[in-house]
């Protein structure tokens, strides 16, 4: 079992920024390809950014490219998601995930990931 927490997620302003970030406990960190998803009111849960078990491979939705960075810090068990230049539609609740260790590719799939957080709220004034 891996239990997941996010934290820092807020109220920010069209253009700020905000970083979330996901402790980590349970079975091996290091085991575990990451990643972060994000649930608008009314609509799917979206993927948003993967790390690999290493932090050397990152992985991005179109939209969010060039605007955040996902990475990792082993030594804490922790995933961090650093969002700037923050839009409306970024308006979401933000879950980290743990993707199951035996798909060894980078997974946009929320089905391949079996651990998730309980959520943090993200909202975005215009």
């Known amino acids: 079992q891996v239990q997941l927490v996010e934290s820092g997620g807020g109220l920010v302003q069209a253009g700020g920024s905000l970083r979330l970030s996901c402790a980590a406990s349970g079975r091996t960190f290091s085991d575990y390809a990451m990643g972060w998803f994000r649930q608008a009111p009314g609509k799917e849960r979206e993927f948003v950014a993967t790390?690999?078990?290493?932090?050397?491979?990152?992985y991005y939705q179109e939209s969010v490219k060039g605007r955040f960075t996902i990475s990792r810090d082993s030594a804490k068990n922790t995933i961090n998601l650093q969002m700037n230049s923050l839009k409306p539609e970024d308006t979401a609740v933000y879950y980290c995930?743990?993707?199951?260790?035996?798909?060894?590719?980078?997974?946009?799939?929320?089905?391949?990931?079996?651990?998730w957080g309980q959520g943090t709220q993200v909202t975005v004034s215009s």
């Open positions: 790390i690999s078990r290493s932090g050397g491979s990152t």
């Open positions: 995930a743990a993707c199951n260790p035996y798909i060894l590719s980078p997974s946009t799939h929320a089905g391949d990931y079996d651990y």
